[in-house]
């Protein structure tokens, strides 16, 4: 009885399985840490869903990088990289065009660890602010690190950029399109050779490469990562 339960059961699972888009797919080893990117309503505060380290207070004005984005400015500044995990404490603002420095920013910590296995990046430092669609307005990058393999060792990460656009002055989103032209670009520096390349660490680059190629082309599910953005993530179609 319950064989015949279960064999009239199976094709309704696969046949909903199928309906809901593919979730057969492997989970997409690249997740962003953040979906939306909210200011304060006055001050320096740590963005939501991230743990407090040290403060986070006003910015020197020579450590500002700015850029325009529309009617309105955008300010970073990336403090590191630090320690072994090479962290880094991100500071971003948004003013009006007129304003010489933000008045609000949240601050948040990431880590470039997957630069061990990518090594180079355009022949130039990582850019925290970038017009990255070539349409006038800049957006942020947040540049953060991916576990390439299993219980992956320090020198087994790779390396990824999101990119959030400016929606209001007081928040930024991630843009998945924008962030998947990354994905692609950072995909095929990891394709290509590097005379420096150690032996052991061509494989690494060429599963960091199909990992971000797998996001782009769509091939992979996403999952959150964590700060609680289950409920989000689960209710946007970003695959």
Known sequence: MRLNSLLVFLPGLFASVILAGGSFQPTCLVRPDHLQLRLPHDGFKWAEGEQPNGECKGVPAKKWLRQRSGSFSLFVSADGPSGSGRYWKVTIGVAKSEESKPTRAICLVTSTLGWRTLQQWKKAPLAWL??????????????????????????????????????????????????????????????SSLDSTASYSRPLRAEAAEALERFVDKRCSMQPKGNGLAHRLNSLDIR
């Open 130 to 191: 970038e017009d990255v669609d070539d349409d006038g307005k800049a957006e942020v990058v947040i540049w953060n690190s991916f576990p390439i393999r299993k219980d992956a060792s320090m020198a087994e990460y790779g390396l990824m950029a999101w990119v959030y656009r400016v929606d209001s002055e007081n928040s930024l989103a991630l843009e998945w399109n924008l962030s998947r032209k990354m994905a692609k670009k950072i995909a095929e520096t990891y394709r």
